[in-house]
């Protein structure tokens, strides 16, 4: 019998302690900037779609990427149009779990939407994933070109309200 409390005594202070180790690296994730592999992936990809956007459109671009926390939790980026800036955010909180989705998949998809901003196109249509943001997603090397997806993730702001 004592074997049998002692057997769960260890077990719960051990999930314990697994617990805590799991809550303080959460933590720490949350405090820090992403790691400096991370970032260098994240550049190196940056660096491919404008060169693939620059031998499609024959146009050098160079969008500022965000990383932020406080986006939405549902939200893995978002491509934004305030008064003529375009800004891609991509959400922290994401590149824990799923760093190489959020490069590979989430970055060529918002920065297609950038473009879309660009060429001045701010059809709402289907959240902004019309048949044009799907070429040019194609184009510069997406892979998550999806048109029918249910997220909204682009943030059209004209000079005189919210469009
Ligand atoms: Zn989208």
């Known amino acids: 019998m004592k074997t049998i409390y002692r057997t769960f005594f260890l077990l719960t202070i051990s ?26 992936k994240l550049i190196k990809k940056e ?14 671009i160079n969008f500022p ?4 926390d406080q986006l939405p ?6 491509a934004t149009y305030k008064k003529g800036v375009i800004k891609i955010f991509l959400n922290k909180k994401r590149f ?21 901003f660009y ?14 943001w799907q070429t040019i997603c194609k184009n510069i090397g997406g892979i998550k070109c ?3 997806v249910d997220h909204h993730d682009i943030l059209i702001e004209k000079l005189g309200g919210i469009y």
């Not at 314990?16 to 820090?32: A, H, S, T, W």
């Not at 660096?47 to 050098?60: A, E, F, G, P, T």
């Open 65 to 68: 990427v965000i990383i932020e």
């Open 15 to 40: 999930s314990l302690i697994l617990f805590v180790i799991i809550f303080v690296k959460d933590k720490e994730f949350q405090k820090n900037p992403l790691s400096q592999k991370t970032i260098d």
């Open 96 to 116: 824990q779990e799923s760093e190489q989705y959020m490069i590979d998949y989430v970055l060529p998809h918002e920065y297609a939407h950038a473009m879309m």
């Open 73 to 78: 939790n549902n939200l893995f980026g978002l």
């Open 146 to 148: 999806d048109r029918f």
């Open 119 to 132: 060429f001045k196109d701010f059809s709402k249509e289907n959240g902004g994933h019309t048949k044009r």
């Open 47 to 60: 660096k491919d779609i404008q060169s693939l956007i620059q031998q499609r459109y024959r146009v050098n």
